[in-house]
């Protein structure tokens, strides 16, 4: 009886210990599942973030280390062989279409020429609109105004219009609301204006906010 009674409590403890290793295993499977999410996800936020800020940083990135796209702007600028409608802003690698008027598929195609407005070289404030930086996708081709706002006081902005070469320098750089209605002045003189989103780091750059460029004639 007392050896019986020893074998059963053998079993019995022999069958707590295996229940006891297969809640531990189990447990065990349970947190490298999590582990492995977590791991993941934390991969895909870290390069997820590096490829939004290479991409957002881009065109910095290219004016930086791409002088001869410059040059080739700045060459391409003098020949006088530029024959559709453009605006070409060499420091800022700028060289984008001219369209008409400032809807979603003009903008995917060039700079918005405001309708109402002046046209370059004639008499009141002629206006283009372009995107900024994420207007295009994350893989797609960047917008026109990528980088108007770093410009400067005093760069040169070249406009091709009708067959005509107009010269402009910026005068000034500031930021409206798009409530402001100075946004889209006329003038009683000659003017172009460049505007754009003003650029933040999300990624939409959807902001109530716009970068405007004055530039005044030179040469005429």
């Known amino acids: 009886m007392t050896r019986f009674l020893r074998r059963w409590l053998i079993r019995k403890e022999s069958l707590k210990t295996n229940e006891g290793n297969?809640?531990?295993?189990k447990k065990n499977i349970t947190r490298l599942i999590i582990d492995s999410i977590l791991y993941f996800l934390g991969c895909v936020l870290i390069f997820g973030g590096l490829a939004i800020l290479i991409w957002v940083l881009r065109p910095y990135l290219a004016l930086l280390f791409c002088p001869s796209q410059r040059a080739a702007l700045e060459r391409k600028v003098q020949s006088n062989q530029v024959k559709d409608n453009r605006v070409i802003i060499p420091s800022v690698l700028v060289d984008a279409p001219i369209v008409e008027g400032i809807?979603?598929?003009?903008?995917?195609?060039?700079?918005?020429?405001?309708?109402?407005?002046?046209?370059?070289?004639?008499?009141?404030n002629c206006i283009l609109e372009g995107h900024n930086l994420a207007e295009f996708g994350l893989w797609g081709k960047q917008s026109f105004?990528?980088?108007?706002?770093?410009?400067?006081?005093g760069t040169k902005v070249y406009v091709f219009y009708n067959g005509k070469k107009y010269v402009y320098t910026v005068?000034?750089?500031?930021?409206?609301?798009?409530?402001?209605?100075?946004?889209?002045?006329?003038?009683?003189?000659?003017?172009?204006?460049?505007?754009?989103?003003?650029?933040t780091w999300s990624p939409t750059i959807y902001t109530k906010w716009r970068t405007v460029i004055i530039c005044k004639p030179i040469n005429r």
Do not use: M, W
């Not at 598929?105 to 046209?119: C, D, F």
């Not at 402001?180 to 009683?188: E, F, S």
């Open 22 to 25: 297969e809640k531990r295993s």
């Open 145 to 153: 105004f990528s980088l108007l706002d770093v410009l400067k006081t």
């Open 103 to 124: 809807t979603s598929k003009a903008l995917t195609q060039g700079v918005g020429h405001i309708s109402g407005t002046a046209y370059p070289g004639g008499e009141g």
């Open 171 to 199: 005068k000034e750089k500031k930021k409206l609301e798009i409530s402001n209605p100075k946004l889209y002045r006329d003038t009683h003189h000659e003017q172009l204006t460049l505007i754009t989103c003003v650029s």
